[in-house]
């Protein structure tokens, strides 16, 4: 791949630091990646709504809004393999290492109410997420045992890894209690359970159009394990 300095019109020497203002796509990605690769630290800046929530954990300082979910967005709950699910916390571990990294965990899988994820096939589910005022809609990590709702995305890849991955999402969710992707629960038949549904199920109903020219539906078919 061409290095991405060559977009700088006079490229500073490693390992002067680079800022990186990002907005959507996969862009921002892979301006960082070859920045890294060059040894420059890296100053990310996301523009609200837009950039990959992965960018931050790519940076050596991140600063950005945090984006925005409705559960209405075109592939979201097929292409982009969002799920929200209720399920045990287990193997909660805090960032090894420097810089902006993730939290993470293991997950049991109880019952899923939006999306593809099966929990007959996924008994566990480890995942990764960021737990952050700054950079996540989740102010703090669960603890080990909560029941739990939460936003999973499941084997997707991030940024400049090559294996997929799956992960608790970032971003406000404006169905989920609080808007965090993650919210605690006292069991199945909590009330906060029956309010995410209700939630999901109006905003599933009016999906935005497909930006191709066609419309979507509701997927019900199990994911792949």
């Not at 006079?10 to 390992?15: A, G, K, L, N």
């Not at 959507?24 to 070859?34: H, K, S």
């Not at 997929?164 to 006292?186: E, H, R």
Request: a neutral charge.
């Amino acid at each position: 791949m061409p290095s991405p300095l060559v977009i700088l019109p006079d490229p500073p020497i490693p390992p002067t630091p680079v800022g990186l203002i990002a907005g959507a796509g996969r862009l921002p990605i892979i301006v960082a990646e070859g920045l890294r690769a060059k040894g420059h630290p890296i100053h990310g800046l996301g523009l609200s709504d837009q950039y990959d929530p992965v960018l931050p954990a790519m940076c050596h300082v991140a600063m950005g809004a945090i984006g925005k979910t409705t559960g209405r967005e075109w592939g979201m709950w097929t292409e982009g393999k969002y799920s929200v699910i209720v399920a045990h916390v287990h193997e909660v571990k805090p960032p090894q290492g420097e810089g902006y990294l993730p939290h993470t965990a293991t997950l049991k899988p109880r019952a899923t109410l939006a999306g593809t994820l099966d929990p007959s096939v996924h008994v566990f589910l480890p995942v990764r997420f960021f737990a952050s005022s700054m950079t996540s809609s989740i102010s703090e990590p669960p603890r080990e045992n909560d029941l739990i709702l939460a936003v999973v995305r499941v084997g997707v890849p991030q940024g400049e890894e090559q294996e997929i991955s799956n992960w608790i999402v970032s971003n406000i969710c404006t169905f989920m209690p609080n808007a965090s992707a993650i919210a605690k629960v006292k069991g199945m038949d909590d009330p906060l359970v029956l309010e995410t549904l209700e939630k999901l199920q109006a905003a599933r109903a009016n999906p935005h159009p497909n930006p191709y020219g066609t419309r979507t539906r509701p997927a019900t078919r199990p994911a792949t394990p």
